[in-house]
């Protein structure tokens, strides 16, 4: 990955993170967190990752998200010095939900007082 690609990322991380702070939408609002953005190599399409407060519902806040995209876009038009403005995907960060299973499985290991050894 190149540093300009790495620069740009960076930058629309920040940007989106405090237009979706900003945004009115109870669907949205204080519980969605930017936790990564991806940008393809010609710089046409921002994937933006994110991760919700538990117990939120992800649908409602996908429905959000996809709403308040174009809006978005344009913050992140107004704030850069791109030719072009990258199109916004929002994704769920599949590695909160990752650390939530080991998490788990680590809790019910503790739980279960096994170790993982077994008899030799």
Request: no cysteine.
């Given at each position: 990955?190149s540093?300009r690609?790495?620069?740009?990322?960076?930058?629309?991380?920040e940007?989106?993170?405090?237009?979706?702070?900003s945004?009115s939408d109870p669907?949205i609002?204080g519980l969605?967190t930017v936790?990564?953005?991806r940008?393809?190599?010609?710089?046409a399409?921002?994937?933006?990752?994110y991760?919700?407060?538990?117990?939120?519902?992800?649908?409602?806040?996908?429905d959000?998200?996809?709403?308040?995209?174009?809006?978005?876009?344009s913050a992140?038009?107004?704030q850069?010095?791109m030719?072009?403005?990258p199109?916004?995907r929002f994704e769920?960060?599949p590695?909160?939900d990752?650390v939530?299973?080991?998490?788990?499985?680590?809790?019910?290991?503790r739980?279960t007082?096994d170790?993982?050894d077994k008899d030799?």
């Amino acid at each position: 990955m190149s540093e300009r690609t790495r620069k740009v990322e960076s930058q629309l991380k920040e940007i989106v993170g405090e237009e979706l702070a900003s945004l009115s939408d109870p669907r949205i609002n204080g519980l969605v967190t930017v936790t990564a953005v991806r940008v393809s190599p010609d710089l046409a399409v921002a994937t933006v990752f994110y991760s919700l407060l538990a117990g939120e519902d992800a649908e409602e806040a996908q429905d959000g998200l996809d709403s308040a995209a174009g809006r978005i876009q344009s913050a992140v038009g107004r704030q850069t010095r791109m030719r072009r403005t990258p199109r916004l995907r929002f994704e769920p960060d599949p590695i909160v939900d990752n650390v939530d299973r080991i998490n788990a499985a680590l809790r019910d290991i503790r739980e279960t007082g096994d170790d993982g050894d077994k008899d030799q």
